[in-house]
């Protein structure tokens, strides 16, 4: 490979000039929920071929490319699924990452269904913060929208215990908000964690994937969403917290807390876009409208435990190198030109579950 992409030579940049510096990590492609715009029940169900245990990357490889992935300039690591917390003994992943030099943030991603038994153990094994996903408060739609397969205070049970073990930097909230299904219900989700330490994020429903029937009438754009919620509750916007945070901040204007919105759909932010994604079988991906990855676990499995990381630094450091990856600005630029609609033109695009949210 062309030395032009050694991680000798400083922290990795795409074609577009972004640099790499977060690291979404799956760890288990299996969730017990059915989120219909994720996982329908109608193709996941009990007879769906999930991989193999096996098949999935081992604590060990999964440590070894975040160490190398840190060389070429990650900072944080997300670990999502699926349902990340199925995964046996995660907080001793949790720890082995943690002690990797030059990552400074590891965040999870959870339904919540198990937070409230693990949360003290991912604390304990140096977890940073914890983003659960909730769409409703409403016991029907809540029990809709996971497919029928969670229970609402078990999760607000589990937010509950991780906010008591103190993560360093929090507890959040994502609500994928659709029209006509959950979107009445967001005052009343923000109304109950108002006034707390939780920050809710609102995320326009996407057209992740290629299984979930997405429509853009089905979107609810940030601004019809803060238009609704000023109405109630005044807001004032934040500065983001660092270069390409993916939500935009507000604040109550009574000292109520603070809100984020993420608008992929209406205003698509990837020119700031720094996350990779690791499936759990060793895949890398760009963008999470992807049509396809990189086998890593095989160069993994070949180099073996204690080989030469040199074949896998060039991996890593030649796929960002030559990342174009604008899905979402190409939706609204096409969007803007009044043209049909047709998806990712490329082909099906990975589903959700598989590589994280």
Request: charged share 25%; proline share 5%.
């Amino acid at each position: 490979m062309n030395s032009e992409f050694s991680p000798h030579i400083g922290p990795a940049e795409d074609r577009l000039h972004r640099p790499l510096k977060d690291l979404r990590i799956s760890v288990m492609d299996r969730c017990n929920f059915r989120c219909p715009y994720c996982m329908p029940d109608s193709i996941y169900h009990e007879g769906f071929s999930f991989l193999k245990s096996d098949e999935r990357l081992s604590f060990d490889e999964i440590e070894r490319l975040a160490r190398l992935a840190a060389e070429l300039g990650v900072t944080k690591l997300r670990l999502t699924g699926g349902e990340p917390l199925l995964r046996p003994n995660l907080p001793e992943l949790v720890e082995r990452l943690a002690s990797i030099p030059g990552i400074e943030d590891i965040a999870l991603t959870t339904n919540g269904m198990l937070l409230a038994r693990q949360a003290s153990a991912l604390h304990a094994a140096g977890l940073h913060r914890v983003s659960v996903s909730l769409d409703s408060l409403d016991p029907a739609v809540f029990a809709h929208m996971s497919g029928g397969r969670g229970d609402l205070q078990t999760v607000l049970d589990g937010i509950e215990a991780a906010r008591a073990v103190g993560f360093p930097r929090g507890v959040k909230i994502n609500t994928v908000v659709q029209r006509d299904v959950n979107d009445v219900g967001v005052p009343d989700l923000l109304a109950h964690f108002r006034h707390t330490d939780v920050i809710v994020r609102l995320i326009e429903y996407m057209d992740v994937g290629s299984r979930n029937g997405w429509d853009r009438a089905d979107v609810v754009t940030s601004r019809e969403m803060m238009t609704r919620i000023e109405a109630l509750w005044p807001l004032y916007a934040v500065s983001p917290a660092y270069r390409g945070e993916v939500a935009a901040r507000y604040r109550y204007v009574d000292g109520g807390g603070e809100i984020g919105f993420i608008s992929s759909v209406s205003a698509p932010f990837c020119g700031s876009c720094s996350r990779a994604r690791l499936s759990s079988d060793g895949q890398l991906f760009t963008c999470l409208f992807a049509t396809k990855g990189t086998d890593l676990r095989a160069t993994l499995r070949d180099a073996g435990h204690g080989g030469d990381d040199e074949p896998l630094r060039q991996a890593l450091a030649g796929i960002w190198h030559r990342r174009t990856d604008r899905y979402s600005e190409e939706r609204q630029e096409r969007r803007s030109r009044a043209e049909a609609p047709h998806g990712n033109r490329a082909g099906e695009k990975i589903e959700m579950h598989y590589i994280g949210g």
